[in-house]
């Protein structure tokens, strides 16, 4: 190969983000200098942050550039090295972007590491043993801090944090309540993923009928409460809240399009004397290794088990990104690129 396909983000969505946002370039394939290394990618991950960094808005990180490639985690092996610490043939995570190839400096902090693939396949890599594995570990361990017997809910239930965090918080002994989007997501985080229960979200619409399904799935209410969506979910979960309860904030897709996601009875928080965090798992670098050994060890002992939606080829990854955003992959979205 001599050439290396990118996507860009050629211009800023007005509302929802739509194909035309990005744009397939094709561009030499670099050349590798003292130090770098050369990464062919296999995967490529697509995660619901990244709609939020299409927007040239103030936020935690900087927006995504335009007419550059979009930034996103990667896995692939190693096809040329100038760096003593990596080898051709090397299995990496990196943040490659949306590319098939990625040319790295890996003395960059964070910027490359070698994976042992042994007993975790390669693309596990991108979702319960990586980000989003660490994220649900992050918000349940430091935030939430659960103990043995306590109610503990999720939504986006069946994705790679939601199924991670269900993982993570059944070895401490928790009760798990999911909410997915439809039966056969329901299905599969009760019969293989270990929730106690789970519930449609599709079935519930409003905060009546949400509050109504979540007092049947938690009789004796809600300790702990990983958000990843916000609007009238995240006002249903308050009004079931028990005194002293957690909330670890981690996403609001709800509003990703930019619209405001008022709470409706935010007085909730001081009535149940509620711990609300927000976080950036990026931040917490420091609990990586431990997170990371304790999700390996999850996935080696088969209490993990997370399920992929795969799309093929880079010119897809637009597609599945949207498809992503409307709840339309089971389990974690992937793009495979060779």
């Known amino acids: 190969m001599t050439t290396n396909q990118q996507i860009l983000l050629d211009n800023r969505p007005q509302g929802e983000a739509e194909e035309s946002n990005f744009k ?24 619901p942050y990244m709609r939020g960094r299409m927007n040239d808005a103030k936020s935690y990180a900087q927006p995504q550039p335009l007419g550059e490639v979009m930034q996103g985690g990667t896995v692939g092996e190693v096809v040329e090295s100038r760096h003593p610490k990596f080898k051709t043939g ?27 693939t042994t007993y975790v396949p390669l693309s596990y890599y991108l979702g319960a043993v990586g980000m989003p594995g660490v994220t649900a570990w992050y918000g349940l361990v430091k935030i939430i801090q659960p103990k043995a017997g306590e109610t503990m809910v999720v939504s986006a239930a069946t994705g790679a944090v939601g199924s991670a965090f269900a993982a993570l918080a059944k070895a401490r002994g928790c009760r798990v309540v999911g909410i997915a989007g439809g039966a056969e997501k329901c299905s599969y985080a009760v019969n293989e993923l270990g929730f106690d229960a789970c519930i449609d979200y599709r079935e519930n619409p409003d905060i009546k009928s949400m509050a109504k399904a979540l007092k049947e799935a938690c009789p004796n209410g809600i300790d702990g409460y990983f958000e990843n969506v916000g609007g009238y979910i995240f006002d249903a979960v308050l009004l079931r809240t028990n005194a002293f309860a957690r909330i670890a904030l981690c996403g609001m897709i709800a509003g990703y399009d930019g619209q405001p996601l008022p709470l409706a009875n935010p007085a909730l928080l001081l009535v149940n004397r509620i711990k609300l965090e927000g ?43 949207l498809g992503l955003l409307k709840g339309k992959n089971f389990g974690k979205q992937l793009v495979k690129l060779i």
């Open 24 to 47: 397939l370039v094709q561009s030499p394939l670099p050349t590798v200098g003292e130090g770098q290394v050369l990464v062919r990618h296999h995967y490529l991950s697509l995660d």
């Open 279 to 321: 976080f950036i798992v990026s931040e917490h670098m420091e609990v990586w290794g431990e997170a990371l050994t304790e999700l390996g060890g999850l996935v080696a002992a088969g209490q993990l088990k997370p399920r992929e939606t795969i799309a093929q080829g880079l010119a897809a990854a637009p597609a599945a990104f």
């Open 90 to 116: 090397d299995s990496v995570v990196g943040m490659g972007g949306w590319q098939e190839y990625s040319l790295v400096n890996p003395s960059e902090p964070g910027a490359l590491r070698r994976v042992d």
